[in-house]
């Protein structure tokens, strides 16, 4: 169970990840896309009188099952077969966050970070709560995420993909060099 | 059952987005200072690998297990591109997860992205219930 355990180098995750697209079409056409089940949720649950979300959301049910898998990918990968080590980032990135105030580098997320201590914090509430809500909203308006602009979008050619995608990471290189160390620091 | 060949799907995904670090918040903020290749590595492997995948659908018009003939995905521009993918990667950096983490990572035992996830939940209907006060 050593492979369990251990890190997968990019040159396996990457290729198992891309292949989920063409899987997923020969298994029942169906489209790979995360983001799209946060709307499903929502239309499951509190729908109102919303007619973005007064739609046949059980048609996508299968989803549901994919993003379940998901979960179960994690318990499997963080839970049950966690990496002992922590993750292998390079030397200059761990001299930034040590910088910014951060000691534990060891499993997926920063433990000082992501608690419910911390929840209660304006720190918290920035990287957790607003961080989640911009997740959310702006996948859906975006109309789709990482899976679907930034993988299933790219693989099938789609320009507007390739829009999305510049801009995921745009975003995300605004608030990873100026915004988060302004957090940290609060 | 028909749809648990899409919970084992999943799961595969799953593992390969954990094991693969995409899930990692370290990961994240190393990806967004360009200082290692392991996402870049990811992405460059797994869009190909994609590609290949949808060309040869295409090449032979295969059929899916169900019958259907395969579409392969196609994606309409609007300026909401932009902004919401702005918006989003704000979100990414600081939680450290697209959607798809956002589920491994409640499963990798971080219980408390329960409340990452319920807010990505909560943006996801203000989204919905005021879609056409914001610009398309």
Known sequence: MEFLSKPWPWYV??????????????????????SSTLRQIC???????ISFLNYDWKKDKW???FVGGILIGGFIGGTVFPNPEPVQISQHTTELLRELGLTDLSGLLPQELFNWKT???????????????????????ARGCTSGHGITGLAALQWPSLVATVCFFVGGMLVSHFVLPLILSL | MNNLKYLFLGIIF??????????????IQEMFHFESFHMYGIFMTAIPSGALGLFLIRKMSLRSLTGELIEVPTKVYHH????????????????????GPLYAQIGGG???????????????????????????
């Open chain 1, 119 to 141: 929840l209660f914090t304006l720190k918290g509430f920035f990287l957790m709560i607003l961080g989640g809500f911009m997740v959310g909203f702006g996948t859906r308006y």
């Open chain 1, 43 to 49: 239309a499951a649950t509190f729908p109102g009188k």
């Open chain 1, 63 to 65: 989803n549901l099952f």
């Open chain 2, 110 to 136: 971080y219980l408390v992205t329960i409340v990452t996830f319920s807010a990505a939940l909560f943006g996801t209907w203000v989204y919905a219930r005021f879609q056409h006060s914001f610009p398309d």
């Open chain 2, 80 to 99: 909401g591109i932009i902004i919401g993918a702005l918006i989003f990667g704000f979100g990414w950096a600081l939680t450290g997860a697209c959607p």
């Open chain 1, 13 to 34: 995750a990457g290729p198992i990840i891309g292949l989920t697209v063409p899987a997923l079409l020969l298994l029942g056409n169906k489209r790979l896309g995360v």
């Open chain 2, 14 to 27: 799953g593992l390969a987005l954990t094991k693969g670090e995409a899930v990692s918040w370290f990961r």
